[in-house]
């Protein structure tokens, strides 16, 4: 059984930082996509940042792009999301996921994208930031 567990939300100002972790257990970590998504109250979940399997490759979205940071230490079997330079409006319940039937493959940036990729979903944690 796949497990993931966010931990690292919490109240911050807004230009502080942030650093969320998702360990993951149950499966080889090492193969799987992961992805950071997040839900803001009264609006749908919405996709944050994204790591390929071998942690080449990083897709964000357009409103954390240059503020957020995606990485994994197949190691410890945790995938990180550094946030910085946060604005209220990052304010929502982070999730991470993991796409397990990927494999060691290459995708184009959109299947990252979206939500229906991954397959296990952690229970979230709350990041508020205030102004």
């Known amino acids: 059984q796949v497990q993931l567990v966010e931990t690292g939300g919490g109240l911050v100002q807004a230009g502080g930082s942030l650093r969320l972790s998702c360990a993951t257990s149950?499966?080889?970590?090492?193969?799987?996509?992961m992805g950071w998504f997040r839900q803001a109250p009264g609006k749908e979940r919405e996709f944050v940042a994204a790591l390929s399997w071998s942690g080449a490759s990083t897709y964000y979205a357009d409103s954390v792009k240059g503020r957020f940071t995606i990485s994994r230490d197949n190691a410890k079997n945790t995938v990180y999301l550094q946030m910085n330079s946060l604005k209220p409006e990052d304010t929502a319940v982070y999730y991470c996921a993991e796409d397990v039937h990927a494999g060691a493959l290459s995708y184009s940036a959109s299947y990252y994208y979206r939500r229906d990729t991954y397959d296990y979903w952690g229970q979230g944690t709350q990041v508020t930031v205030s102004s």
């Open positions: 149950g499966r080889t970590f090492t193969s799987a996509p």
